[in-house]
């Protein structure tokens, strides 16, 4: 039963233009939300979070955009930049930490010059 | 900057080998985590440890066990590796379990089990 989902295993977007990331959630419980970012032979890396007491959570370029009511994030980068292409992950936890996160599948942007 | 090191990148072990994935962060960090990354699962947890000598079990327990005898250190052992045991095993770290303490991972070991 997959709690966090990414829906899109793919996405492929022009350098200079948005790239939008969409993660689904099912678990209402869920009151932290994080993005990380993985290069190919890296770990993950953290990139940005949000809790669930805000809508949106801004870093430079990255965006975060939750709305609960449809157990919905997404991360938006903007303007997309080559060194973007990576797989990001979204992750949720429930009170409990870093302990109990839970991971999404993955999205693999691609950013074409 | 926090490093989390796993001493191997890649593994071929065979089928019903005991295996020891090796973990080093240099941070003095608390918590230390084991995950494996599977195409189209995401990242899952194994096992954590919050402390020297203690350990949790995370989703996916079954099959390994971990060590944790000194704080920087954090072994993850297949006892009889299997074929469906193959994967990218990552470790990570953090120096609390709050929400402002993000998880910082080691560049990963590819285990594969013929």
């Known amino acids: 039963d997959q709690q966090v989902k990414q829906n899109s295993p793919s996405l492929s977007v022009q350098e200079g233009r948005i790239s939008i990331l969409n993660c689904d959630y099912t678990?209402?419980?869920?009151?932290?939300f994080l993005w990380y970012k993985k290069y190919p032979a890296e770990g993950p890396t953290f990139l940005i979070s949000?809790?669930?007491?805000?809508d949106k959570n801004e870093d430079g370029r990255f965006t975060v955009f939750l709305n609960k009511s449809a157990k919905h994030l997404s991360l938006h980068i903007v303007p997309s930049q080559p060194g973007d292409s990576a797989v990001y992950f979204c992750a949720a936890s429930g009170g409990q930490g870093a302990q109990k996160l839970v991971f999404g599948q993955g999205t693999r942007l691609t950013i074409n010059p | 900057d926090v490093k989390v090191t796993q001493s191997s990148r890649y593994l071929v072990k065979r089928t019903g080998e005991k295996v020891f994935l090796e973990c080093v962060q240099d941070m003095d960090h608390e918590n230390m985590f084991w995950y494996r990354q599977d195409p189209g699962l995401g990242l899952r947890l194994i096992y954590f440890?919050?402390?020297?000598?203690?350990?949790e079990k995370g989703d996916i327990p079954e099959g390994y066990s971990v060590s944790r005898e000194k704080k920087e250190r954090f072994s993850l052992i297949l006892e009889s590796a299997s074929t469906n045991q193959t994967s990218m095993y990552l470790c990570?770290?953090?120096?609390?379990?709050?929400?402002?303490?993000?998880?910082?991972f080691g560049n990963g070991t590819r285990l594969t089990v013929t």
């Open positions: 440890s919050y402390d020297v000598k203690m350990k």
């Open positions: 949000i809790s669930s007491i805000k």
């Open positions: 678990n209402s419980m869920f009151d932290y």
């Open positions: 990570a770290s953090t120096w609390g379990l709050s929400y402002n303490s993000p998880l910082h």
